[in-house]
T-cell receptor, first 113, second 114 residues
Framework: GNSVTQMEGPVTLSEEAFLTINCTYT??????LFWYVQYPGEGLQLLLK?????DKGSNKGFEATYRKETTSFHLEKGSVQVSDSAVYFC????????????FGTGTRLKVLA | DAGITQSPRHKVTETGTPVTLRCHQT?????MYWYRQDPGHGLRLIHY???????DKGEVSDGYSVSRSKTEDFLLTLESATSSQTSVYFC?????????????FGPGTRLLVL
């Protein structure tokens, strides 16, 4: 079946450090891939998405590239800020399978000043 | 912003009591979803709806029922709340755009079952 695996947290970084949060997926067909961000006490907000292989999604300095050959969609940011502290969820939307949307378990990011 | 509100935002209840959570959307989207979020599990789908009076079970539907009598409202009912249903509940809609379909989420309801 479809699944999403993302690295466990928490990830703790100093301000201006480089961020990578790994995400790999298993899916039949050609899923769309998403990163959502959840700030404390809030719902999930769409951060970026990619709908086909080699697409790069980007927003607010974050980027992720849809790599079909490695079934990955790693989230990166060149210089994190304290305000980036949140939980990040990788997700996929599949065109097949019982449930269309599958989410990873989330990775908590803490950025220290 | 997809115009999604949830009520109540916080609820404390006792084991065995019925609880209903409401999700309201203002943009006439066909698909609506209820998820629960628990540490170590991410988001798990409880039920979803693909139109008025059209609903189906998700991954963790036991102990929950839903109803959708109007396009804008999707209700989640815990028939007899248990402590294992203490969680944060999120409603979502699917929105079709130029770059395909995307889910958008409400602000969540934090439920504590004592």
């Amino acid at each position: 079946g479809n699944s999403v695996t993302q690295m466990e947290g928490p990830v703790t970084l100093s301000e201006e450090a480089f961020l990578t949060i790994n995400c790999t997926y298993t899916a039949t067909g050609y899923p769309s891939l998403f990163w959502y961000v959840q700030y404390p006490g809030e719902g999930l907000q769409l951060l970026l998405k990619a709908t086909k292989a080699d697409d790069k999604g980007s927003n607010k300095g974050f980027e992720a590239t849809y790599r079909k050959e490695t079934t990955s969609f790693h989230l990166e940011k060149g210089s994190v800020q304290v305000s980036d502290s949140a939980v990040y969820f990788c997700a996929l939307r599949s065109t097949s399978g019982t449930y269309k949307y599958i989410f990873g378990t989330g990775t908590r990011l803490k950025v220290l000043a | 912003d997809a115009g999604i509100t949830q009520s109540p935002r916080h609820k404390v209840t006792e084991t065995g009591t019925p609880v209903t959570l409401r999700c309201h959307q203002t943009e006439n989207h066909r698909y609506m979803y209820w998820y629960r979020q628990d540490p170590g599990h991410g988001l798990r789908l409880i039920h979803y709806s693909y139109g008025v009076k059209d609903t189906d079970k998700g991954e963790v539907s036991d102990g929950y029922s839903v109803s959708r009598s109007k396009t804008e409202d999707f209700l989640l009912t815990l028939e007899s709340a248990t402590s294992s249903q203490t969680s944060v509940y999120f409603c979502a809609i699917s929105k079709q755009g130029q770059a395909g379909e995307t889910q958008y989420f409400g602000p969540g309801t934090r439920l504590l079952v004592l």
